[in-house]
Every structure is written in C-alpha cells, then in structure tokens.
C-alpha cells in the first residue's frame, strides 16, 4: 500500500506572525518555522498503517520553500521512507484552490497512490477544507475528521468525529482522508531515526517537473485578495473595583455593562 502524507512548514504558533505590507501575504521569513502539529498526527497515522500492513511505504509530500525541508526531515526522522518537496518561487501568495490543484500534480509526480492522508486544517490557515479538494480533484471519495482509520483489503473505514456527533464512513480506496487532532499521540524521532532520515530520498520539483502552469498558482492566480490588513490592538489595561462596601454590586455593573448577564 502506497501512502502520501500531505504536511505544512508553518509559523510557530508561540512566535508573533505578520502579514507583508505589499500584498497582505503571511510573511514567513519573520517567524520561526515548524512542522504542523496536525500533520505529525497525519504522518503517526500513515506509520501505523504501514505497521499494520506489510509491504506499505509513507511518502511524505510539501509544498513551500527551501526551508520546508526542515519540515520534511522531521517526517522522515518519524519513519517516512521518502519524500516529494515542491517548491518554485511562483507558488508564494498561492491561495488555497490553486494550492489544491499544485498538490495534486505533485501527488502525480510520486506514483499510483492508495491512501493520501492530511491533517484537518492548518494553523495557519484554518480553511479546513484542503483535504476535500485535493480528493475532489483527485476524483476519489474524501473522508474527514478521523478518529480512527481501519484498512481491511481494498476498503477503508473510518471513525469520524465533530462537534455534532460519530459518524462511520467507509469507502474503496484509493481514497482521501483528514485526521483530527485526537487520532493519536505523535512518536518522538530517535536519535537512530534522525540519522536515517538524512539518507532518505528527498526530491524536489519545480512547477515545470510537476506539469504547472506558473500563471496558475501564486498571488497572480489567486482567486482571494488581501485588501487591508492591521496589526492586532495592543491589550488594554483591566478595570479595577475597589470594594468599599459594594464591591458586589459594581462588578455585576461592569458585567451588565459588558453584556455578560
């Protein structure tokens, strides 16, 4: 069985993001950069299965810059076997249709597929709706939110969880899937993993490699525009009540103040 794991270089989510004044795009050379914590859940997920179906290989798959391979390694580092990394300076400000679309020609570019596993949303992005995409693109079903992913010969069953309640879905592959960040519990690389990961193979691709039309894909192509952006408002200072006797009555005046009761 032959598993892509779609995963993200994002801004770490404790450093302080910015946008670019010129375009409104995330400027991503003024944050720390990690792999996204999601797609760790979505690449223990396809090692699972690999472990629990013989003969099966992970290949990790991302979309960015050069650094993104930092992004990749940790992958491998957990067990991935190889990777595919497509990066073009053209694909910057690409937004999420025309990033859908230069991911599955990248998916092309690795070989047949059996399962192509993804993380629920970005932090960076929160659309949540990528997974879907690239399955409707691929033209093969999409099944999100996972809890549980269950391979039994060519079909797949998942344990589908949101707010509104289960649901079980099951499909033939190949197929698309989401995992939710309860799946599991990432396995730290070993240091014996970390050494390996240096040795596996890595290719990267242009837009050209993967058959993408340039005009395509980056700020020019996008089907979204930025029109203005603001830096967050710094925090304002609390109100303070000093109890002289009716401490009580002033808070419930703040709180009715503010709508709360």
């Given amino acids: 069985m032959n598993i892509v794991v779609l995963v ?25 950069a990690v792999l996204d914590e999601i797609n760790e859940r979505a690449v223990e997920a396809a090692l699972q299965l690999k472990e629990a179906n013989d003969g099966s290989e992970v290949t990790v798959l991302t ?6 391979t930092d992004a990749i ?13 497509l990066s073009d300076e053209a694909l910057a400000g690409s937004d999420a ?3 859908a679309k230069a991911l599955v020609k990248a998916i092309g570019t690795a070989g047949e597929f059996d399962l192509v596993l993804a993380g629920n949303e970005a932090s960076d992005g929160r659309g949540g709706a990528m997974a879907a995409m690239v399955a409707d693109l ?17 079909d797949v069953k998942v344990r589908r969880e949101t707010d509104d309640g289960v649901t079980f879905l099951s499909a033939q592959l190949p197929a698309v899937i989401s995992v939710s960040e309860k799946i599991n519990e990432p396995r730290y690389p070993s240091f014996k993993g970390i050494m390996a990961a240096k040795k596996k193979p890595v290719s990267t691709i242009t837009l050209a490699d993967a058959g993408i039309d340039a005009s395509e894909v980056g700020l020019a192509g996008a089907l979204t525009t930025v029109t203005s952006s603001s830096p967050k408002p710094p ?13 009580g009555a002033k808070i419930a ?4 103040s503010q709508k709360l009761i």
């Avoid at 979309?63 to 993104?68: S, T, W």
């Avoid at 691929?138 to 269950?150: Q, S």
């Avoid at 925090?235 to 401490?247: F, H, I, N, R």
């Fill in 235 to 247: 925090k304002s200072a609390g109100e303070k009540v000093e109890d002289e006797g009716d401490g």
């Fill in 97 to 99: 249709v025309s990033t």
């Fill in 63 to 68: 979309m960015g810059p050069d650094r993104a």
């Fill in 73 to 85: 390694r940790k992958a491998l580092s957990m067990g991935a076997d190889k990777a595919v990394h």
């Fill in 8 to 32: 993200k270089q994002v801004p770490d989510t404790y450093s302080e993001r910015k946008l670019k004044s010129s375009d409104g795009s995330l400027d991503r050379d003024a944050t720390d």
């Fill in 253 to 256: 005046a703040f709180l009715v």
């Fill in 138 to 154: 691929l033209g093969v079903p999409a099944l999100t939110h996972a809890r549980e992913i269950t391979i039994e010969g060519t």
